[in-house]
């Protein structure tokens, strides 16, 4: 659904894609309740995408910055979420963080990756970043 909204196919360019996806995760966390493991990764993502939505079209020399302290906000607030027992991990957070970052060092560094395609690493970040917890007998975990 998101691919019928940005460029090539929708009238959004595809610095919205990240806002995009974090907006969907978040939803979709929401919709199923503190127990999602959706809300770290969803947060994250969604906080960096509206940095980008933000920081491009106003051609920010400081959008590097700024986007970093989005990405602290976005941890943040889902840390938040994880003190009111929402089921936040720290997994959730760090694994959009590091996707994202190998997604902008490959972008920024070699040649022939500059075709718009750091709009999926939100996608496999948010991907990875879903964990659960697991009892002893492997099953799912109560979220208290």
Known sequence: MIALLVQPI???DHDW???L???AFTAAAALTGRCSP?????LVVGFWGLSKVIAVPLALTWAGPFSSAMFGVGGLVAADL???????SPASVAAPVVFIGLGQYV??????SRDHHLHRWPRAA???GRTRE???EGQRGSCS
């Open 10 to 12: 929708g009238p959004l």
């Open 17 to 19: 894609d990240p806002l």
């Open 21 to 23: 996806v974090g907006l």
């Open 38 to 42: 959706l809300w770290g990764a969803g």
């Open 82 to 88: 994880a003190s009111r027992s929402f089921a936040v």
């Open 107 to 112: 972008h920024s560094t070699f040649p022939g």
């Open 126 to 128: 948010v991907g990875c």
């Open 134 to 136: 697991f009892d002893e």
